[in-house]
């Protein structure tokens, strides 16, 4: 359980980074002699590790605290490994089609430039953040299908309850800038009423299941953090157009 812990609280903290996940894709200093910036190197580095390692590290983990044997155990490997490919694919496709597309000149053919926006936006998007809430999903289901004797302290669910919200305030303005927001949303919300639902079955064992505490506070936070920005901008405006506003 403290392994675990410790990975969700990782991850929610980095998640919300701003050097990183914030202003990333702000960093628009070139590498020397390449046309590539460091916004763009950081994002080929370390997004992959992050989005799909942290995942891995659970699903590896769930186990190894679990006295019970899970049903259907090919099925969410056959899932988790699905979904990893989802947020590789859909990923390395944005990141690729993002930087190509703010390498070329504002009147170039208008063929060209809507294929870039069609890989860097919609189907980019789509993979990627596809992939994300995916293996979210799995992993809830996975640890669900787990039993445990062992049960987190009071600190620690406060802990995970704190990092989720990180977590979901920084994915709510991932999906903005993605312009994901209208079709991820009721994904999430279909997640929580699941949840919800098993809450009021009398599954509440917040103390043995820190990956569905987690999510549960993280997706919480994503749809309030979604509906504070259309309600304070009037719609979703991209974060990276925001910025922009100013003098």
Excluded at 65 to 79: A, E, G
Aim: proline letters at 4%.
């Amino acid at each position: 359980m403290t392994r675990i812990v410790a990975i969700l609280s990782t991850y929610g903290i980095a998640s919300f980074l701003p050097i990183y996940f914030i202003l990333q894709p702000f960093i628009k200093v070139d590498l020397p002699g390449l046309p590539i910036t460091y916004g763009d190197l950081m994002d080929l580095l370390l997004t992959p590790w992050i989005g799909v390692g942290v995942f891995a590290l659970l699903y590896l983990s769930i186990a190894d605290v679990s006295d019970s044997s899970v049903k259907h155990r090919h099925l969410y490997r056959f899932l988790f490994w699905s979904f990893s490919v989802l947020y590789v694919e859909g990923h390395g496709m944005h990141l690729a089609a993002n930087s190509i597309g703010n390498n070329v000149i504002l009147n170039t053919n208008p063929r060209l430039a809507h294929s870039i926006f069609l890989f860097d936006e919609p189907i980019g998007h789509l993979l990627w953040l596809g992939g994300a809430l995916g293996l979210a999903l799995v992993t809830i289901a996975y640890q669900i299908s787990y039993t445990t004797q062992d049960r987190l302290t009071r600190r620690q669910i406060w802990l995970i309850l704190i990092c989720g919200m990180l977590y979901g305030v920084s994915f709510a303005l991932t999906i903005i800038e993605g312009r994901s927001a209208l079709w991820a949303a009721p994904i999430v919300v279909g997640a929580l009423a699941v949840m919800g639902y098993r809450w009021f079955r009398g599954k509440r064992e917040l103390s043995a299941r820190p990956t569905w505490t987690f999510f549960l506070s993280g997706f919480t936070f994503l749809l309030v953090t979604l509906g504070v920005w259309f309600a304070g901008f009037g719609g979703f405006i991209e974060p990276s157009k925001f910025l922009q506003l100013g003098p």
